[in-house]
């Protein structure tokens, strides 16, 4: 076997095993003409040798790249069926995690589905350790709804707020217990209580702070508004990447004050929610014809220092 770097030659072989990877089926076909032109990352190809005309040829994948805060991440790992059990996944991850030590890179990253047995195992043998739990819902939303919310209101954060989010966050209980990262594009970054990282974030009009009567802050999110097309669901949508709220009682105040706020009920049909994974959200949604949960599912941050 052999470890090399993928080419657009590859394509066909490759979509040929990673068509049914789950129930629903997979997401490789969507981001492989991405993945191999990403300037940022290297998809990565595992081939054997045929056994009839010993040419080499496809049988696994992983997909890595080089983030902010010299992070590597890693995602994509598909090993083809008839491949599994040969210790070919584990030969591509101890690549990944050599490569990001030999870069100078200090930590490991990868988003593990919670109920992926297989894939949680493989990260734990390696020394890989569970940082947090995130829960995601994708929610369709049908009709404008009215909503009656007092006490709190939400608004853009600005660089006079800096100093603000950083003591908010200091005192965070929920940003202490390691929910310190959010989403974006498919990882999950830390989200540094520092001076730089919060400026970059308002900076992007990513930052919304949830403020009680007496204009306290009591909550903080990050949102991020896709108006162009989405990649993965070929639409117009709004991202909750991020909720850090003082009590747990108002987090559903929080969404409802967002969807009202920032939903456009002209352009986006989804609203895809990131919250700890300790947060139920259903409550929300259930018996509510205006909403459909269309995706729910619980993924695991597994991360390793370099």
């Known amino acids: 076997m052999r470890i090399r770097v993928a080419q657009y030659f590859d394509k066909d072989k490759i979509l040929k095993f990673c068509k049914d990877t789950f129930e629903?089926?997979?997401y490789i076909a969507i981001v492989l003409d991405f993945w191999l032109a990403d300037p940022s990352g290297i998809l990565l190809v595992a081939d054997i040798p045929d056994s009839r005309t010993f040419q080499y040829k496809p049988v696994a994948i992983s997909h890595i790249s080089v983030c902010q805060n010299h992070l590597l991440w890693i995602e994509g790992i598909r090993v083809d069926k008839v491949h599994r059990n040969k210790g070919i996944a584990t030969s591509l991850l101890q690549y990944m995690v050599k490569y990001g030590i030999k870069n100078g890179l200090c930590e490991s990253c990868a988003l593990v589905s919670y109920d992926n047995i297989n894939s949680k195992k493989l990260f734990e043998k390696h020394g890989f350790s569970q940082s947090c739990i995130y829960a995601y819902?994708?929610?369709k939303i049908?009709?404008?709804?009215e909503y009656s919310v007092s006490h709190i209101i939400i608004k853009y954060a600005c660089f006079d707020d800096i100093n603000l989010i950083c003591a908010y966050l200091n005192n965070s209980k929920f940003y202490l217990e390691k929910n310190n990262r959010y989403f974006n594009n498919w990882k999950f970054y830390k989200l540094e209580n520092t001076f730089n990282c919060i400026y970059n974030l308002i900076d992007s009009k990513k930052v919304?702070?949830?403020?009680?009567e007496n204009s306290t802050i009591c909550g903080l999110s990050i949102?991020?508004?896709?108006?162009d097309v989405d990649a993965f669901y070929n639409k117009p949508l709004l991202q909750v990447c991020y909720l850090?709220?003082?009590?747990?009682?108002?987090?559903s105040k929080t969404i409802y004050l967002i969807l009202d706020t920032l939903f456009n009920y002209n352009k986006h049909k989804n609203v895809q929610i990131f919250v700890n994974g300790s947060i139920d959200l259903h409550h929300l949604f259930n018996n509510n014809d205006?909403?459909?949960v269309d995706t729910f599912e619980k993924?695991?941050?597994?991360?390793?220092?370099?």
């Not at 919304?208 to 009680?212: H, V, Y």
């Not at 850090?244 to 987090?251: F, K, P, Q, T, V």
């Open 24 to 26: 629903w089926g997979d």
């Open 137 to 139: 819902y994708n929610v």
């Open 142 to 145: 049908k009709k404008r709804l």
């Open 208 to 212: 919304f702070l949830i403020l009680d």
């Open 223 to 227: 949102i991020n508004i896709l108006d």
């Open 244 to 251: 850090d709220c003082m009590n747990y009682c108002i987090y």
């Open 290 to 292: 205006n909403y459909n």
């Open 299 to 306: 993924f695991i941050v597994y991360c390793k220092k370099l």
